[in-house]
């Protein structure tokens, strides 16, 4: 049997992420979004998905379960695929990385772009925890700095800067180079 390749996209808030995930879903691969993971949670405990909710579940879940706990949560997704490239959408920290590596052969692709384009992505978005003040903004993003999301953004195998780029180029990136690690 192969092992699966698991790829782990990593980023700040808005850099990309998840538009990577969408585009390359078409090409075979499974998606794994750690946020949905939280989200599920939150409905499970019956919370409103509200930035502040699923942000106090976030740090909760690390606090109660380790660090890597996120990734635990998405463990059955991971061994019920039957995919050989995995994206997982939304790591946050080295010891979400570690529980990964349990599963398959780990290759970390970081996304950045600047701080105004991360908020314009995020006010466009419309998920209902997306920050719609800078200081909502700039509150998230401490909170993901807290958990460890710059180490596994310094870490990563590669990184696409996600400035000046279209959808579609950035998807293209995304692919060429997660297809380098197939070959």
């Not at 780990?106 to 719609?132: E, M, Y």
């Not at 700039?138 to 460890?148: I, T, Y």
Request: net charge neutral; glycine share 8%.
């Amino acid at each position: 049997m192969l092992t699966k390749l698991i790829v782990c996209l990593t980023g700040m808030p808005g850099a990309g992420k998840s538009t990577i995930a969408e585009g390359l879903e078409s090409k075979g691969y499974k998606i794994i979004n750690m946020g949905n993971a939280v989200r599920d949670e939150a409905k499970k405990r019956n919370l409103e998905l509200t930035r502040s909710n699923l942000g106090k579940l976030m740090l909760e879940l690390r606090e109660q379960n380790g660090p890597g706990a996120i990734a635990e949560l998405v463990k059955p997704q991971i061994e019920s695929s039957t995919a050989n490239v995995i994206l997982v959408d939304g790591v946050r920290s080295n010891d979400e990385i570690q529980v990964l590596r349990k599963y398959g052969a780990v290759k970390l692709l970081a996304i950045h772009a600047s701080t105004d384009t991360r908020f314009d992505f995020l006010q466009k978005r419309g998920r209902s925890d997306d920050p719609q003040t800078k200081e909502h903004f700039e509150e998230r993003d401490n909170r993901e700095l807290g958990v460890g999301i710059s180490n596994s953004i310094a870490l990563s195998d590669y990184a696409i800067s996600n400035i000046g780029l279209t959808k579609d180029e950035l998807i293209k990136n995304a692919y060429e180079i997660i297809q380098s690690w197939i070959e």
